[in-house]
């Protein structure tokens, strides 16, 4: 029987970008929807929809190579259970 160990820090770097990236995603559906049932156009909720859009891009692509890097083998140890019992 083998045990994968997975470093914590690129673990936690995974659930935190994203969760960002899921709430930064609500946030500019709320602000696209906003925008789209106001009847006269807003500006400033036109930009703010564009900067959350982007900032959920980013963070998605960030979220994606922590998973990379996880799950591709990249930083992945395998330990026997043998190893544990010496």
């Known amino acids: 029987m083998e ?3 997975v470093q914590g820090n690129d673990l ?3 659930e935190i970008f ?3 990236a ?7 559906v709320g ?3 906003n925008y789209f049932s106001v009847s006269p156009a807003s500006p400033p909720l036109f930009w703010s929809a564009i900067c959350f859009s ?5 963070l998605s692509v960030f979220a994606y190579q922590s998973h990379s890097k996880i799950f591709c083998k990249q930083i992945k140890v395998r330990a ?3 190893d544990f019992f010496r």
């Open 3 to 5: 045990i994968v160990l």
């Open 54 to 58: 982007v900032l959920t891009a980013v």
């Open 12 to 14: 936690k770097s995974y």
């Open 31 to 33: 602000m696209w929807t």
């Open 18 to 20: 994203s969760s960002l």
């Open 22 to 28: 899921a709430l930064g995603l609500a946030t500019a």
């Open 80 to 82: 026997s259970v043998k």
